[in-house]
């Protein structure tokens, strides 16, 4: 267990398997992790728990990530922003930090580069 032990997540993607999955890796370094299905959701869920971190995915019904952490960062601006994508590269990347996005971790990367990002940005 790490000092970040007891820090509030939230993972916001549509797919309910990649949810699934962060959610587990997470709540596996001692994080405490609540999940939502799309940005909306996502934001309605952040004001309520008040998470450290909040990982989002670019693509979801609704409302996108991107539109997502726009609207976080006017509600929680120290809040910090992870997307986890499958829609990397430049300018995916310079949309992104024009909105908030901290980091971006594609979701081909390996679970240890996920955690690391996200132990770096609790930091």
Do not use: Y
């Not at 997540?9 to 299905?37: K, N, P, Y």
């Not at 909306?40 to 539109?67: Q, R, W, Y």
């Not at 996005?101 to 132990?119: G, R």
Request: hydrophobic share 55%; charged share 15%; glycine share 6%.
């Amino acid at each position: 267990m790490t000092e970040l032990t007891g820090k509030r997540i939230l993972v916001v993607d549509d797919h309910v398997t990649v949810r699934r999955m962060l959610c587990s890796l997470l709540v596996q370094q001692g994080f405490e992790v609540w999940d939502a299905a799309d940005g909306s959701a996502g934001i309605t869920k952040a004001l309520e728990i008040s998470p450290d971190l909040i990982i989002l995915d670019f693509a979801m019904p609704v409302m996108n990530g991107l539109e997502a952490a726009q609207a976080l960062q006017l509600q929680m601006p120290l809040v910090p922003l992870l997307m986890f994508t499958n829609t990397v590269g430049v300018a995916m990347e310079q949309e992104a930090r024009a909105v908030g996005i901290a980091a971006l971790v594609s979701k081909s990367a390996t679970p240890t580069t996920l955690i690391a990002q996200v132990n770096a940005l609790l930091h």
